[in-house]
């Protein structure tokens, strides 16, 4: 067998491959001789036909066999050879497919296509930069979360001498049909909760549940927008039949220290929740900061360091992130099958572009970890484990258990690993401090900034022509 390995990228590879002709009728001869021994023809006793015959009569048998049995052999014994490891099945191509000769008068000429790891280039993760901004605290997060932690504990007490107001919970039967296609299935929930004037309750339910009583029946109409959050009600209009199963108030437990000491976690008076409470947001916020610097860095890694990766491990995981996506779309409601071909194509190309740098992340930072002989121990890995265990409120066999379906120990220390590499990146970063920019108004800031700029320049004098010369 000759060979030639072909780089036609950076992640593909060409290995032509020529089987020399006895190889080839070796195997076409002993293919035909199993033929003739178990060939019935018409004139000739079982295993007694010429070999000639039976040549003719299972030709297409006959060569599609000794093809299968010669490329298995010869194409997996090139790719050993050659010290390369496939990232996707081989592609195979046949050279003048439609004028093959097996009968051993001619070699057999191929080449095969595949996917491999490229050579990732040194990456440069020393001395990048990155701002390290902690959210101030204004003493409202503390009250926030208390509040919280009092709505968990609030008791619906039944409303019987009046109707409904805003600020009531109601618990109704509903049922919604589609005005423009009445054939739909319906809308249909039981027991729904509803908290009129609740910001997350839309505004029409508030409007047209209130006023109403136990047992009351209750019709209204829905236009929703056509930018509505849910894809399946927007440009949608929908008519409502409420049955109203009770009315009720919430009622707050009272916020004083036995409130705080009645908690779990051992609180000895409401002022030691405050400050407790208050300690642990100021961690977060740190850590918050810190998870931040992280991305960033990373970011601009990925940003420095282009290079070309498999398409075969984009693709699995742009799928990956798809079956995520539709996967959350599920859990909010919506019927995946009523998403338009232009939506999830676009959603796609999204994932795709993630995809790619998720890709070159993984790359670079395992490049890193071997250049910081990044080890894990097992030591390490049971440690994670019993983290994990006391997270999900598991045993650590259970967690080892879940974890035999998904890699086991192996997918744990890749983890790790990865997790070592990005300290690594951030231990030899520059990291400064700096004030907190609300990320979500800096664009609205830039573009006024933008926009009084453009209002001084269209305002500043123009300059008179100078007078041509006489």
């Known amino acids: ?115 491999v790891m490229p050579e990732i280039p040194t990456p440069e993760y020393k001395s990048l930069e990155a701002v390290r901004r902690v959210k101030p605290l204004t003493g409202n997060e503390t009250k926030e979360l208390i509040q919280e932690r009092l709505q968990e504990g609030a008791t619906l007490v039944p409303v019987e001498d009046r109707a409904s107001e805003k600020g009531d919970t109601l618990l109704v039967d509903l049922e919604g049909i589609f005005v423009d296609s009445p054939d739909e299935p319906p809308i249909t929930a039981a027991d729904l909760e509803i908290n009129l004037g609740d910001e997350m309750i839309e505004e029409s339910f508030t409007n047209n549940l209130m006023g109403v009583k136990e047992d009351d029946e209750k019709e209204f109409t829905v236009a929703y927008p056509e930018d509505f959050t849910s894809p399946v009600l927007a440009g949608k209009t929908v008519n409502y039949k409420a049955k109203i199963k009770s009315v009720g108030k919430m009622e707050l437990p009272e916020l004083d220290d036995e409130w705080a000491q009645s908690l779990d976690e051992g609180y000895e008076s409401l002022e030691d929740l405050r400050g407790k409470l208050s300690g642990e947001l100021e961690t977060m916020a740190k850590a918050d900061a810190d998870a931040r610097v992280r991305n960033e860095l990373i970011q601009k890694l990925i940003e420095n360091h282009e ?48 995809a790619v740098r998720d890709i070159r992340g993984a790359m670079l930072l395992e490049k890193i970890a071997e250049l910081e002989n990044v080890e894990v121990t097992p030591e390490e890995i049971a440690t994670e484990i019993e983290m994990m265990a006391k997270h999900y409120r598991a045993t650590p066999e259970q967690i080892r258990k879940s974890l035999e379906e998904q890699g086991g120990d192996a997918n744990i220390a890749h983890s790790l690993r990865n997790r070592k590499a990005v300290e690594a990146i951030v231990s030899n970063a520059k990291v400064t401090d700096g004030e907190w920019i609300d990320e979500t108004v800096a664009p609205q800031i830039e573009a006024e900034k933008e926009a009084v700029e453009e209002e001084k320049t269209e305002k500043k004098p123009k300059k008179k022509a100078a007078k041509k010369e006489k």
Do not use: C
């Open 307 to 354: 290079f070309e990766v498999p398409n075969a491990l984009v693709e699995n995981q742009a799928r990956n992130l798809l079956n995520n996506f539709a996967m959350d779309m599920q859990q909010r409601g919506v019927d995946l099958q009523s998403v338009g071909e232009d939506f999830v194509q676009m959603i796609y190309e999204q994932t795709r572009t993630q």
């Open 1 to 115: 067998m000759k060979t030639e390995i072909i780089e036609t990228s950076a992640v593909e590879r060409e290995i032509k491959i020529e089987i020399e002709a006895d190889a080839v009728k070796e195997v076409y001869h002993r293919v035909s001789q199993k033929y003739a021994k178990g060939a019935q023809i018409p004139g000739f006793r079982k295993g007694f036909a010429p070999i000639d015959v039976v040549k003719l009569r299972f030709k297409s048998e006959i060569q599609n066999e000794t093809l299968q049995e010669l490329l298995a052999k010869w194409v997996t014994q090139a790719i050993q050879e050659s010290g390369l490891h496939p990232l996707s099945e081989p592609q195979l191509h046949l050279e003048d497919a439609e004028n093959i000769k097996l009968n051993g008068s001619q070699s057999l000429k191929l080449h095969v296509h595949f996917e």
